[in-house]
């Protein structure tokens, strides 16, 4: 047995999607074992995205791949093509984005239930999302 955080974010909150996430996971065979909605403190964010320079490199370099795999111009978008400075903007926009309302945090247990999780999930660029996932559809 294996047990998976999962949250939902702001967004999905705001728009009624808490059930309709909740259901999917149960619908999976998956079993909610915890759940809080809280909006989390800065620090408690801060925590979730380690923010090294390591990981700012790491979230550039995938930001980079995800552009080139959707044909979408990232110099345009972002005005770089920097690893470090894509990086960082992606880490500042998360914990301004986890501040925009209230997150449900949850626990998920079953058999390879991280592998199910990142499955039901799909990619998290919707455009990159299989058909079927919850980043697809909502």
């Known amino acids: 047995m294996e047990k998976t955080l999962i949250i939902i974010k ?3 909150v705001k728009r009624g999607l808490i059930g309709t996430i909740i ?3 149960e619908t999976v065979g998956l079993k909610l074992l915890a759940a ?3 909006k989390p403190d800065l620090e408690v964010i801060k925590n979730h995205y380690p923010g090294t320079p390591e990981w700012i490199k790491e979230m550039g370099e995938k930001t980079i791949a995800s552009f080139k795999e959707t044909g979408a111009d990232l110099k345009k978008q972002f005005g770089t093509e ?3 400075k894509l990086g960082q903007f992606v880490y500042e926009r998360l ?3 986890w501040q925009e ?4 945090f949850m ?8 592998a199910i999780s990142r499955k039901l999930r799909g ?3 919707p455009l990159l999302a299989q058909t079927g996932t919850l980043h697809a559809q909502y």
């Open 101 to 104: 309302g209230p997150i449900v």
């Open 123 to 125: 990619h998290t660029i």
């Open 10 to 12: 702001p967004d999905a």
């Open 36 to 38: 809080k909605m809280s």
């Open 82 to 84: 920097d690893p470090n």
């Open 107 to 114: 626990v998920w247990e079953g058999p390879n239930a991280v």
């Open 95 to 97: 914990i301004k984005y």
């Open 23 to 25: 259901e999917s996971f």
